[in-house]
């Protein structure tokens, strides 16, 4: 009996330990910044024009030098990404608030997520109508980060800054500039994609306030065409079909908005197309 208990402590402390190993040491995520000549390890705390900030795992406290960062590898601050979050649910009071306080101590970084975080700040201050900030936040991550991927979201929220203050003419241009340099590549790669489809959008906006149907027409259709997996594609849809009862094309009209209401039946478009399909109904009963 005495063996036979002392069997099952055996098992349960051997279990007990398996359990352990599983679970592994608690690691703490580390910061890397390499230049030259020292690779420097530990947690980044802001990093602006000038110089990188970071607590060194052995205690001291350095700023390196931007320019002579060859490369790195920052982790995500839980902060900026809790303000990138709001923004995509489309809560821009919020997201402008939390971002505010996070998202500008690491526009000197490269990493996705802080340049990704300080683009939606600016477009979070175009929401809340604060033009002049925004146009300062866009300008400040071109100037740190010409060369990053995300960069055209940069040059997007500019032009749509101007969008938004109805400076139509000047809006298209720049719109049509940046669509330029996209060239002829048609699906951009997976982090610029959204970027293509704002742009379109904005394009077409910008070319609806110009009287300019026709473009207008084009661009929201790019959208619908090229990017069916963006969140922006409901409003593309609800605006194509809006334009093509402008221009008499009333059964490709009513078509589009079948497919907005029966496809998208959450969408914030939807009792607007449906309004407007009834329109078109009785237009043509009447006739």
């Keep these: 009996m005495r063996q036979g208990s002392l069997s099952s402590r055996s ?3 051997i279990a007990a330990i398996l359990l352990i ?8 995520a580390v910061d890397i910044l390499q230049t030259s000549r020292t690779t420097y ?9 000038d110089t990188v900030l ?16 060859m490369r790195s590898r920052v982790e995500p601050n839980a902060e900026v990404l809790k303000g990138t979050k709001l923004f995509e649910k489309g809560e821009a009071a919020a997201a402008y608030a939390q971002l505010a306080k996070s998202a500008p101590r ?8 802080a340049v990704r975080g300080a683009i939606q700040y600016g477009q979070a201050a175009i929401e809340l109508k604060k033009f002049d900030e925004a146009e300062k936040i866009f300008r400040t991550v071109e100037k740190l980060n010409p060369k990053h991927t995300l960069i055209m979201g940069a040059y997007l929220g500019r032009a749509q800054v101007r969008l938004a203050q109805e400076e139509y003419e000047s809006a298209f241009k720049a719109f049509t500039t940046l669509a330029q340099r996209f060239g002829s590549i048609l699906k951009p790669p997976p982090l610029q994609m959204r970027i293509a489809a704002d742009l379109h959008l904005g394009m077409g906006k ?3 306030g110009l009287s300019r149907w026709d473009e207008a027409l084009e661009s929201y259709l790019k959208v619908v065409t090229l990017y069916p997996a963006e969140d922006v594609y409901e409003e593309a849809l609800f605006r194509s079909a809006s334009l093509r009862v402008k221009l008499g094309e009333n059964d490709t009209a009513a078509a589009t908005l079948t497919e907005l209401i029966e496809d998208f039946p959450d969408s914030e478009y939807r009792a607007n197309a449906a309004k407007l399909r009834r329109h078109l109904e009785n237009r043509t009963s009447a006739e």
């Design 11 to 13: 098992r349960f402390l």
């Design 21 to 28: 190993l599983a679970a592994g040491p608690s690691v703490q």
């Design 41 to 49: 390890r530990g947690k980044v705390l802001k990093a602006d024009a």
């Design 54 to 69: 970071i607590d060194l795992e052995t205690g001291n406290r350095i700023g390196v030098p931007r320019a002579s960062i």
């Design 106 to 113: 690491y526009y000197g970084l490269d990493a996705d997520w």
């Design 206 to 208: 910008a070319a609806e």
